[in-house]
């Protein structure tokens, strides 16, 4: 069976990923800019603004919202230390109450605050979440670099988590062989797989683990 | 030993991009000394008064005494070295973190045993673990410093001008070209922001342009 052709930005079928975070990866970056295929002039350089939800309960779930629209994301598996994610529930502010105490606050697995209205805005929503114990809005600005390697969509990022820099790069593919090569061929064997929920994790404190360097 | 002195006032900021600042203070004096060092700071969302911080093995509070022309005066006193007795835990740490001591079940902990048999496990308590570069620099009279910090890993910059005299600060402070009304943050707020203890600024998307 031929492995499907990734095209970045496209949809495919759920991906593995290997990413990580830490202060400075500048040998990736370099090596990950000389191995790639020309890529889109639309990846090369890419900034969003996001807000991600992290809960104290909650490690498999990962909810993200960008111009007030809410992706969350649920872990699959992990296969030879890749991680594969796939799409759990995609919706757009304002938000009916229904669709937060079926979908969303499941998700974060913690116990389910008293929702009174209807519909609820972002900005609603946020001061619920900011009133919940166990969750945290975090504001997470992030500047994308493009590349393809080994046919393997790749990045390399800076984050500013509320604020901070760190730095992350990552692979990504259908097939597991092409990411653990372009794991060798950037020189990021035995460094930690860390995604973005995890890394948000250890930067708020959440989590006293260390990122990648 | 440090020298004794009268409580300072301070100006501080932290931001990613201090380059210009930089470049300015340059200019204007020449750096003196660089710095590496470690901290551990003890958070609460409630604390406001207490910088609260750890450096190697030794506990110290700074408080803060009174807030002038948007410069702060902190009072700094040593709590003690690690191991720290119980009492001192109960009876000066955690007032001043403002939160309620736990049942201590050791007449002294090490900071190993502080950090994970008390703070790590109350959910009120954040630990930021923090790593700073601090360039030091002699301007106006003030102690001034420019920082590349890591907050649980990830990078912020900051620079603080302090003095015992507050016009000493003003004046180093203008003569830096900062704005009288831009805002003065201390660690403990920058820390706690990052963290998600406390609110970012209100614009806090457009200063990161």
């Known amino acids: 069976m031929s492995k499907e052709q990734l095209e970045i930005g496209a949809i495919s079928k759920p991906r593995f990923e290997f990413r990580t975070f830490g202060k400075e990866f500048d040998e990736a970056a370099f090596l990950m800019s000389r191995l790639s295929v020309p890529v889109p002039e639309k990846v090369w350089e890419r900034y969003s603004e996001e807000i991600y939800i992290v809960s104290k309960t909650n490690d498999i779930n990962n909810t993200k919202i960008r111009d007030g629209k809410m992706d969350i994301k649920t872990f699959i598996q992990s296969v030879d230390g890749l991680e594969q994610w796939n799409p759990l529930m995609k919706g757009e502010f304002p938000m009916k109450a229904e669709i937060l105490v079926k979908e969303v606050f499941p998700a974060f697995m913690v116990e389910m605050p008293e929702l009174t209205k209807e519909v609820y805005t972002l900005e609603e929503f946020l001061e619920i979440i900011n009133n919940h114990r166990d969750l945290q809005a975090v504001r997470v600005e992030k500047e994308r670099y493009g590349y393809m390697v080994n046919d393997t969509i790749c990045e390399y990022a800076n984050v500013w988590i509320n604020g901070a820099l760190v730095e992350s790069v990552n692979s990504e593919s259908t097939e597991v062989e092409d990411i653990k090569k372009t794991i060798t061929d950037l020189k990021l064997e035995n460094v930690e797989n860390i995604n973005y929920l995890q890394a948000i994790k250890r930067v708020i404190g959440m989590n006293n683990k260390k990122l990648a360097n | ?209």
């Not at chain 2, 210009?20 to 004096?29: G, W």
């Not at chain 2, 900071?111 to 109350?122: H, T, W």
């Open chain 2, 1 to 209: 030993m440090a020298q004794e002195s009268n409580p300072r006032f301070e100006f501080r900021i932290f931001g990613i991009n201090l380059e210009k600042l930089t470049e300015t203070l340059d200019k204007l004096t020449p750096r003196l000394q660089t710095r590496k060092m470690n901290s551990i700071y003890l958070l609460t969302a409630g604390n406001t008064k207490n910088n609260i911080k750890i450096r190697d093995g030794i506990m110290d509070i700074k408080v803060l005494e009174q807030e002038t022309e948007g410069l702060e005066q902190w009072n700094p006193f040593l709590v003690g070295e690690f191991p720290l007795k119980s009492d001192v835990i109960k009876t000066v740490v955690f007032p001043a973190l403002g939160i309620v001591c736990p049942v201590m079940e050791r007449d002294q902990y090490t900071l190993d045993q502080f950090l994970k048999e008390i703070i790590s496990i109350d959910p009120d308590l954040s630990v930021a673990f923090v790593k700073k570069v601090r360039h030091g620099y002699m301007l106006n009279n003030c102690i001034t410093e420019i920082a590349e910090v890591l907050v649980n890993g990830a990078l912020i910059n900051t620079l603080c001008i302090e003095s015992e005299d507050p016009k000493q600060v003003l004046a180093a402070k203008k003569m830096l070209g900062i704005r009288s009304d831009t805002e003065n943050v201390n660690y403990p707020l920058a820390l706690k922001r990052i963290m998600g203890l406390a609110s970012l600024s209100k614009n806090y998307w457009e200063s990161n342009d």
